[in-house]
């Protein structure tokens, strides 16, 4: 089993502006964090995302970009970008 498992339809929220509390997947690991961020301003895992039960749930809206299943993708760059909506 993997450490963390997506939902299977992930690459249908590229683009699509996501709520608090968005499923995003399943944590089989006591490893933390379970996914490594990295932002502009050093924000980190706790910002984006949080673990409930066992789901990785987002923390806050955000809307992610450039999302992609493959692992080989992944592996050499990243899972996804996150874009926010800019405070005014």
Request: net charge negative; proline share 3%.
């Amino acid at each position: 089993m993997a450490a963390l498992n997506f939902r299977e339809d992930l690459d249908r929220l590229n683009f699509r502006e996501l709520a608090a509390g968005t499923r995003l997947g399943k944590v089989h690991t006591r490893t933390w964090p379970p996914l490594e961020i990295e932002s502009e301003q050093g924000c980190g895992f706790d910002t984006y995302f949080s673990v409930y039960s066992g789901q990785l749930l987002t923390r806050t809206h955000l809307m992610p970009s450039m999302l992609t299943l493959n692992h080989t993708n992944i592996r050499q760059d990243c899972l996804c970008y996150l874009m926010e909506r800019y405070q005014q």
